[in-house]
């Protein structure tokens, strides 16, 4: 089993910052990349920023240049510093982990409400 547990989210006005944390424990060694996803209301859940074993990273268009994602200083953590926020980045924001067995993102966390106001 895999636990991930989300912490940061929040209020905030549009055009300001936050930083999502996510803490991953239980079997870590089955996982091989570590992500953000959101789910606004009435939409799907779509993919924030990605981050692999090596660092790679994989940015939605939406996020890019606004959006850093980073492994965190403990270990099996990363964080999502979130700059310049528009109300349309409203949503749910879950942390998942990618399954070396099966290629996708398998493991969840319980999702951390963003709300940014106009």
């Known amino acids: 089993q895999v636990l991930l547990v989300e912490s940061g989210g929040g209020l905030v006005q549009t055009g300001g910052s936050l930083r999502l944390s996510c803490a991953g424990s239980?079997?870590?060694?089955?996982?091989?990349?570590m992500g953000w996803y959101r789910q606004a209301p009435g939409k799907q859940r779509e993919l924030v920023a990605s981050?692999?074993?090596?660092?790679?990273?994989n940015y939605a268009d939406s996020g890019k240049g606004r959006f850093t994602i980073s492994r965190g200083n403990a270990k099996n953590t990363i964080d999502l510093q979130m700059n310049s926020l528009k109300p349309e980045d409203t949503a749910v924001y879950y942390c998942?982990?990618?399954?070396?067995?099966?290629?996708?993102?398998?493991?969840w966390g319980q999702g951390t409400q963003v709300t940014v106001a106009s």
């Open positions: 981050i692999g074993m090596d660092g790679s990273t």
């Open positions: 998942a982990a990618r399954s070396f067995a099966s290629g996708a993102y398998d493991y």
């Open positions: 239980g079997r870590i060694f089955s996982f091989n990349a």
